[in-house]
């Protein structure tokens, strides 16, 4: 089977090791895989040194074919650039991509960028291939409800876009239940539609003391640490992380918020403001050292937008499960991150915007020890059972091998369900 992926980011961006690990993955399982890309660019604003002044380049990463094109790379977060950046790409790779592959089985695209959908489809009717949509966050309804996305005309053009993609994909992939309750509102068929979850890699993200070298050097000594580890942006909701702090000031929790993002800088004004002495900013470390940086850790913080809460799921839940340290979520109790935490016995659900609770959530865990500490190894047991690398590669693979016997009149290919279990 012959499978083109179509997504804008790819390694060596370390904070994108989603779409390395599927690759890879499928691969693994004996696909023939070429990645179409961008060169690398996200959280510097610019090409990394070694693929600036190209416009196409090809490689092999890890037995994968990768193809890069063109994309306009800026540090701005302001509508109008990351539009032109995300626009810069879609077009690209059209363009490049109807040269990489003669030909495909299946062309999986993954989005946002939400015109990348109309790119990979293009991309499979010019190879004769199957079509399948991966959806990490749904858009534009999440930009709306961010506030990003204000013009009434741009909403309703790039919602006209969403139905056009919907309806032209063969299979869509969803990361979560209320994503696929959302496309079958839209008059998406339900048998279109698989919720394959995200994941983290539990070879890679393992469990370890957490008295680790990265503990020790960032001094916390035996405070109760907690740690933010990851972007910073629209979807976060960590101003109550941060307010939570100067509520602690004076009692024993140190508080480390490690990432980049368009909210970093107002996040930071505001603990200057308070004169936080017991939190600190630090950027993002390398990925090697992200299992230590969890690990060190008394309890990790996953922050989601009240506004993004049926739109988005933080990643980072995952990663946060296979380590195996107790979790905070703050997050409405009514979607599919408070699902994770509730089902897996990992942590505490605490509703956003409200840093009393936050606080009082956090003085519970800190003199509770002894109720904490089975919450982590209980969360790793889940996500192995549930939310494993191979459990959720097999799940696309499913979907790979379902549109491809769709093409065949293979009268099997209805039943979804069965071929992925």
Partial sequence: MKVLVVCQNYVPEEQNAYHHELTTGLRRKGRDVTMLTAFPHYGKGRVYEGYRGKVFQREVIDDVKV????????SKKTLLPRLLNFASFCLSSL???IFIVRR??????SIPPLPLGITGYLLAKLKGARYVVSIQDIFPLAAVELGVLKNQRLIRFFEAMERWIYRRADHIVVIAEAFRQN???????ADKVSVVSNWANPDFITTGPKDNALRREFGVGDLFTVIYSGGLTHNSNVESLVQAADLLRDEPFAFLIIGEGVQKPRLQ????????TNLRFLPFRPLAEYPLVLQAADMNVVALNSKATLVSVPSKIYKQMAAGRPV???SSSENELARLV???????VVPPDEPEKIAEALRWAQSHPAEIAGMGPSGRAYLMENCSLERSLAGVDAVLRHVLALSSG????TNLQARSS
């Avoid at 509730?342 to 505490?348: A, D, F, R, V, W």
């Avoid at 293979?410 to 290919?413: I, K, L, R, Y």
């Fill in 67 to 74: 193809a890069r094109t063109f994309v306009y790379a800026t």
């Fill in 95 to 97: 363009i490049f991509g």
């Fill in 104 to 109: 495909a089985d299946v062309v999986y695209t």
């Fill in 183 to 189: 496309l079958i509102s839209k008059g998406v068929p």
């Fill in 269 to 276: 004004a505001l603990a200057a403001e308070k004169k936080l």
């Fill in 328 to 330: 905070l979520a703050i």
């Fill in 342 to 348: 509730t089902e897996g016995k990992c942590g505490l």
């Fill in 410 to 413: 293979d009268m099997d290919a």
